[in-house]
Structures are given as structure tokens and as C-alpha cells.
């Protein structure tokens, strides 16, 4: 069986729900689990490197150093590799989440005596599929493609148009690969690892019940009033400040859309409409599905902003088809109340005492990482900015570490760490709070480029130093920003168009002399002549491969003739009879 055909079975609609708790990122990217040497079995312990340290141990899985790099190495292979610091961040903070949070799932297999054999994973795969099939049937009933009341014989000819076999066959085919794949012992370590999250998630499914009330219930309307305070020019704590004093108002007495009014003039007074199922489903809006009509709600946090919501009137808005398709809809809520299980558990076994760190600073990665993927934080720009400075303060403590001996896997990436917890919330700040921590910013980064260059860093630099005054420092940058672009590819000519963008800026704002600037006008010209020379050797290579490969076609053709033309000439030849055999005296 393909890595293909397999991808595309865990991602089908039925697993969806599922991705969204195990996969990353924000990050984020898909690494599978042969990517990940040293986990000796479904459950099995690493296999640390003589005199090396375990990085983290989940369960009785152990990751060392060695192992994290290999699978940083393997996912880095899976795409074209991008060398900036925030392409090595992502590797880093990626690879290592999926690494822990696949350990917690087997923990979670382990401790709920869930089968991962040849023989559950082919239940399970026959029924997806067979659920794959339904799930087309219905789409096609939905683009207008097939009538309602079809018959399986028109349904199965639709089907055959668009797979190239009617669905019996389809599952057929789909069987006897998955049988071929799990003759080979490697082929079947790697099916059983990919579909073992699939069947934790069918046994979660399976402890799940909703009864009809339950189900009406998801149906539940909210018409929702909003006061948002969203004015990015303000810190963020100032912005929080009078959100809480407006609903200090609001629960004195005052009228919710009076103080609405006072704080945004020309929002709509129109509510907006929620339903249950999506409240309870949308992180940090969960609270709002327990309130009642001429409720307010606390302050929180959507995208950023903080948000007070008063809800003026629930109703019941159940689909005129909800007996036809009650079970569909049933199916749906276990699906979505499953998988927050499975996410809470996921986390509680990671921060339980299921889990050993060996390394600050991979914990602190992997802190970021799980924070950089819960939804939850994304609307709440103060909660993340506090604890990603928690992470920038733990990076901290170990770059200052002097003593070898005292040193722990992953303190070489302590700077790359700080940069990357500060780097989630700095875009966010106000221009206020950006040039109160510029010094702090402006250590951060040259940090990190002591041992990683990057041009986009460089660039940010120079408009940190030229406002805190060292001209010539700054325009340094910029000159190391075009040595470092001499790959001559598309990220290599953006950042030369920055460069050149920001150069005329300062000509134009005169806030750089032209003496100062020569070196990086310099640097631009060579730039530009040495990315002519490339392009002509480019060309010139280009120029002699097709050349050597006309010639190698020529020769290939002119031995196809050849061999034609002995092929012709023997069978037109008359045929030499060989003598008689000798039958004796």
C-alpha cells in the first residue's frame, strides 16, 4: 500500500475532527512515524546513543538527542529546506511536537487497551472505506450528480465513471493492498503506527453517547451582541482595562447597547448568531454556551481583541431533516466531543508525570509549539505574550550557562529558542511597547545570528539600530543581508528588492547620508553583476545539457535503426539447414 493511499485515508472527512487534535501547526507539516528512529515497536523504549541524554521520556518511550536530530533531518527532507531561522524553528518545534504528542497517544493505547494489530487495523480499514463510499454517495446527492432515491445499480455506474471501478471493487482493491503492505515486516510497523491514532480515536468515539435531547440541544441559537476593543494603537493591557470597567458598568446597571454605543459607535446593533455546538467548540467562547437570555459574559478574548458578548436571545433552530438524519448529525457531535477528549487527555498526559523532560530548552520548544497550535491562544494575545515570555525567560537561564559541565541537550539553540517565544507576540505589540523593548529585541536577535544568518533578520536589525541611532551599524546589516543572498532564487531576489526598498526610503526621509549608505550601494552592484555571471553559467550548463542529451537521443535512435535493420536483413536471409545427424555406419 501507498504512503499516498494512506495519507489520504487518515485524512478523509471521517478523521478530520481527528487531525485537528494531533496534527500541528501551526507549524505545521506531516511527519510520519518511520521518520522517527529509536522507537523500537508500538511501545517499545529508544535507543539512546552510548553516553548520550534522553531529550524526553513519555511513558516507556525514551527520545534522545540523536534521535530528535534524525527526525529533524527526515522532515526537512519531506520539502524543499529553508534555511532561514524561522524555517530551523519550525523543524525543531515541529518535529519534537509530533514526536511527544505521538508518545502520548501511545500511552493513551497502552493504558485503554486498544488492539493496534493486523487484524483491527483491517476492521477499521474496511470500515473507513466502506464509510469513504457512503460519504460519496452523499455528495453526489448534494452537487445534484445523483437523485435522492437512486438505486445502488446508478450509484455504483457514477461511482465507476469517476474511481475507475464500481465500489465493490473499489474496497476489494483497497483490501488486497493493505494485505500486500502487511506481508512486509517494514511496510507493517509503518501501516500499524500511522492508523494506531485512527483506532484510539474510534474507541474514544465509542465510549460516547448523545442521546436525542442531547443532539436537539446542539441546535440551540444565540443571538449575540459584542463590544470589542480593538484598537491595536493601545497596549494590549490598557485595551483589557476598559473592557473590564465597561462591564463594571454594564453589571451597575447601565444598558449593554448604551455602553456598546460609547465604546463602538458604528458597530451594528444587529446581533450576531451562534449556535451551540460551534460555542462549545470554539476556543474561548465555550463559557457563552452556558449563559442565559440577558446574560453578559466575562471579558475575553477574540482574535486579540478583548470582547464582552450579551446574549439576547437563544431559540432552537432543528434542521426540517433532523429524523431523516439524525444518526448522520448523531455521528457528528461523537466525532467532535471525542476528539476534545482525546485532546484534554493528550495534554494531561504530557504535563503529568507520565512525562520526564532531560532538556530546558526542548521543553521550552515543545511549550512553544503547543501553544503556537491551541486555538484558544490565538484570541488571547495577552495570555500568549505572558507565557511566552515564561519561555523566554527559561531560555535565558541556560544561555547563560559557563560550565560544560553543567550543560544539557538543546542549550546550544537557548538563543533561537528566545528569539522564537518572543518573535509569536512582537507583531502584536503597540509602536509604544515595540520601542520600549528595542534593546531587548535588537540582543535578541544578534543572538541568534552569532550562529545563524539570515537576511530578513538582518534587514529588522538595521530599522531597530537606525532608530536607536548607530547609522553605521544599521547600514552593516543591510550589507551582510545582500552577502547572505547570493543563492540568486526568489527568496534571494525579495530580499534584495527590501534592501533596495529600504535604501530608497532613506534617501527619500534623508534619515541616511549617501556616504553612509556606499557600502551596501556597493554590495547591490556586485550583487547584481555576480546574479548576470550566474545566470549566463546557468544558461551556458542549461545550453550543454541539452546538447549532450540531443546527442545521446541521436545515438539512441541511430542503435534503434541499427538493430532494425539486422532484425530486416535476418529474417529476409534464407534459412541455413544445419546437417543431418549422423545415424552411425
Request: charged share 30%; net charge negative.
Amino acid at each position: 500500500m501507498s504512503i499516498g493511499r494512506l495519507q489520504e485515508l487518515f485524512q478523509s472527512k471521517g478523521c478530520q475532527v481527528l487531525l485537528g487534535v494531533v496534527a500541528i501547526i501551526i507549524l505545521i507539516v506531516m511527519v510520519l512515524p518511520s521518520a522517527f528512529p529509536g522507537m523500537n515497536g508500538l511501545l517499545g523504549g529508544g535507543r539512546p546513543a552510548p553516553g548520550s541524554e534522553f531529550v524526553v521520556k513519555v511513558g516507556s518511550a525514551t527520545v534522545t538527542g540523536a534521535d530528535l536530530d534524525d527526525s529533524i533531518r527526515q522532515l526537512s527532507q519531506q520539502s524543499e529546506p529553508d534555511p532561514s531561522v524561522q524555517g530551523q524553528i519550525q523543524r525543531t518545534a515541529g518535529a519534537l511536537y509530533q514526536v511527544v504528542q505521538k508518545n502520548a497517544m501511545l500511552v493513551i493505547a497502552n493504558d485503554r487497551k486498544v488492539e493496534v494489530t493486523p487484524d483491527t487495523v483491517r476492521q477499521y480499514f474496511k470500515k473507513a472505506i466502506a464509510e469513504e463510499i457512503e460519504t460519496q454517495r452523499k455528495t453526489y446527492i448534494t452537487e445534484g450528480k445523483l437523485k435522492a432515491d437512486a438505486t445502488d445499480a446508478q450509484f455504483n455506474e457514477l461511482f465507476k465513471k469517476d474511481r475507475g471501478s464500481d465500489p465493490a471493487a473499489y474496497l476489494a482493491d483497497n483490501e488486497k493492498q493493505l494485505d500486500e503492505a502487511l506481508k512486509n515486516p517494514d511496510q507493517e510497523k509503518m501501516v500499524l503506527e500511522n492508523l494506531m491514532p485512527n483506532l484510539v480515536f474510534e474507541n474514544y468515539k465509542s465510549t460516547m453517547e448523545v442521546s436525542d435531547e442531547d443532539l436537539k440541544a446542539t441546535y440551540d441559537t444565540f443571538m449575540l451582541k459584542q463590544i470589542t476593543f480593538g484598537d491595536f494603537d493601545k497596549p494590549l493591557e490598557d485595551r483589557q482595562k476598559e473592557a473590564e470597567a465597561a462591564l463594571a458598568e454594564i453589571k451597575a446597571g447601565a444598558k449593554f447597547d448604551d455602553v456598546m454605543k460609547k465604546h463602538n459607535p458604528e458597530a451594528s446593533a444587529e446581533p450576531i448568531e451562534f449556535g451551540r455546538n460551534r460555542l462549545e467548540t470554539t476556543p474561548g467562547m465555550e463559557p457563552i454556551a452556558n449563559l442565559k437570555k440577558g446574560e453578559v459574559s466575562d471579558v475575553s478574548a477574540q482574535f486579540g481583541m478583548p470582547t464582552i458578548f450579551f446574549v439576547s436571545d437563544i431559540t432552537q433552530k432543528i434542521p426540517e431533516d433532523f429524523e431523516k438524519k439524525k444518526e448522520d448529525y448523531r455521528k457528528e457531535v461523537i466525532a467532535q466531543r471525542a476528539a476534545l477528549k482525546l485532546q484534554e487527555d493528550i495534554k494531561a498526559y504530557i504535563n503529568g508525570d507520565r512525562t520526564q523532560w532531560g532538556s530546558d530548552i526542548y521543553k521550552g520548544f515543545y511549550q512553544y509549539a503547543e501553544l503556537r497550535s491551541d486555538p484558544a491562544l490565538m484570541f488571547n494575545m495577552g495570555e500568549m505574550r505572558t507565557k511566552m515570555e515564561e519561555i523566554e525567560d527559561l531560555a535565558l537561564t541556560r544561555t547563560s550557562i559557563e560550565n560544560p559541565n553543567d550543560l544539557k541537550p538543546g542549550d546550544h539553540l537557548a538563543p533561537l529558542l528566545r528569539f522564537a517565544a518572543q518573535d509569536a507576540y512582537y507583531a502584536m505589540l503597540s509602536e509604544q511597547e515595540k520601542s520600549a523593548m528595542r534593546p531587548e529585541r535588537i540582543e535578541t536577535i544578534q543572538a541568534v545570528l552569532e550562529t545563524t544568518d539570515d537576511a530578513g533578520m538582518r534587514i529588522e536589525l538595521y530599522s531597530l539600530l537606525l532608530a536607536d541611532g548607530d547609522k553605521e551599524m544599521a547600514v552593516d546589516q543591510l550589507v551582510q543581508a545582500v552577502d547572505v543572498s547570493r543563492n540568486f532564487d526568489l527568496v534571494a531576489d525579495q530580499n534584495i528588492s527590501r534592501i533596495r526598498e529600504t535604501i530608497a526610503k532613506a534617501e527619500a526621509d534623508k534619515t541616511v547620508d549617501a556616504e553612509t549608505l556606499k557600502p551596501v550601494k556597493d554590495a547591490l552592484t556586485n550583487w547584481t553583476k555576480e546574479k548576470a555571471e550566474f545566470l549566463a553559467e546557468e544558461a551556458k550548463l542549461k545550453e550543454e545539457q541539452q546538447k549532450a542529451d540531443a546527442e545521446l537521443e541521436a545515438e539512441r535512435k541511430a542503435l534503434e535503426e541499427e538493430m532494425r535493420q539486422q532484425e530486416s536483413a535476418q529474417s529476409n536471409s534464407p534459412a541455413t539447414n544445419a546437417p543431418a545427424p549422423n545415424s552411425g555406419p
